[in-house]
């Protein structure tokens, strides 16, 4: 006689359980929760919770899947049941999606203008909670030789100096580079020191004899482009 207070996804109807349902039916058919529950795999028997029950306090408390994605490990685990191991998994798919979403079909094309850059570099950092600060260096005809974080910021604001960029720049034998940053607040707007910066780097760019191709800020679902507003 089965327990009543076993909650165990192996009593449930077969149909129902979400490993089957993603075999049967496909893993679009799948809510938020079935999904985050195969991936968690097990539940907290101490707590008489499986692991859609474990997702769903997970998704009552950060929401969504971007809202998962900020929170740290540590954040993850104070939700009773998901320890490191559990938090690590979530945290590894995660990755594994915005990783999938920048590349492109394996296999290396150029960048043709900010579009092909934002759909690269967007996943990794619209959603951030600071400020990143990327250097996208480029061959001469216009593939990704290398790409460097340059700096790290707080909410406000995050410094560049043209050395960050250009001494990287020099030793890869770059013939130009794209600067690419995000803004934690959403809006894409560049401020006046986005503007500073960006003077400052083409100029410099122009003395070295490295061209600086575009200077792109990514907001949530929108992004500004220097090259495309016609300032570089």
Not at 43 to 59: P, Y
Not at 84 to 109: F, T
Request: glycine content about 6%.
């Amino acid at each position: 006689m089965a327990d009543p207070n076993d909650t165990s996804i192996k009593n449930w109807p077969e149909d129902e359980r979400p490993r089957e349902r993603l075999v049967k039916y496909g893993e679009d058919k799948l809510s938020d929760a079935h999904l985050l529950g195969i991936l968690i795999g097990s539940g907290d028997r101490s707590a008489r919770k499986n692991a859609v029950d474990l997702s769903r306090d997970l998704l009552k408390l950060f929401q969504n899947f971007h809202q998962l994605d900020q929170a740290s490990v540590t954040e993850l685990c104070q939700v009773k049941g998901i320890g490191l191991a559990k938090a690590a998994q979530i945290k590894a798919a995660l990755e594994v999606g915005k990783r999938m979403s920048s590349q492109i079909s394996g296999k290396k094309e150029r960048m043709q203008g900010s579009q092909s850059f934002v759909e690269h570099y967007s996943p990794f950092l619209k959603h951030l909670k600071k400020e990143i600060v990327k250097v996208v260096l480029l061959n001469p005809k216009l593939y990704v030789i290398k790409d460097l974080t340059i700096s790290e910021g707080s909410l406000n604001a995050s410094i560049v100096h043209p050395r960050e960029v250009m001494i990287p720049a020099i030793k890869e034998s770059a013939a130009s580079f794209v600067l690419i940053h995000n803004h934690p607040s959403g809006d894409p707007t560049p401020s006046q020191q986005d503007i500073e910066i960006t003077h400052r780097l083409n100029k410099t760019g122009q003395i070295i004899g490295i061209k600086m191709v575009d200077h792109i800020i990514i907001g949530d679902g929108d992004f500004y482009s220097f090259s495309d507003e016609g300032l570089l």
